[in-house]
């Protein structure tokens, strides 16, 4: 089992930051991925990055390439994601995931196994 506890959320003005991280707990060893998702109000829940541990390599949606990093901590089993320069348009509750076998469908959440209970991010204009 991996328990996943999100934290960073908040309230930030259009063109702000925020990093959001994810805590990782349980049989962290044997994660193949680490996804970060959001959803917006009204909307299907959305992939906005993933880590592939096994590749060293980060994968991002098109509309927050530039602007989100992730990044981890290993000694903290810890994965973080960097938001810069803001928009009204990234609000949303934010989730991270972990996948633990292989699969090429990073970007699809349905193949993540664990799910962090989420945090809200709001980017005022």
């Known amino acids: 089992q991996v328990q996943l506890v999100e934290s960073g959320g908040g309230l930030v003005q259009n063109g702000g930051s925020l990093r959001l991280s994810c805590a990782a707990s349980?049989?962290?060893?044997?994660?193949?991925?680490m996804g970060w998702f959001r959803q917006a109000p009204g909307k299907e829940r959305e992939f906005v990055g993933a880590?592939?541990?096994?590749?060293?390599?980060?994968y991002y949606e098109d509309s927050v390439k530039g602007r989100f990093t992730i990044s981890r901590d290993n000694a903290k089993n810890t994965v973080y994601l960097q938001m810069n320069s803001l928009k009204p348009g990234d609000t949303a509750v934010y989730y991270c995931?972990?996948?633990?076998?292989?699969?090429?469908?990073?970007?699809?959440?349905?193949?993540?196994?664990?799910w962090g209970q989420g945090t809200q991010v709001t980017v005022s204009s």
């Open positions: 880590f592939i541990r096994s590749r060293g390599m980060t």
């Open positions: 995931a972990a996948r633990v076998s292989f699969t090429l469908n990073y970007n699809k959440e349905d193949v993540y196994d664990y």
């Open positions: 349980g049989r962290t060893f044997s994660m193949y991925a």
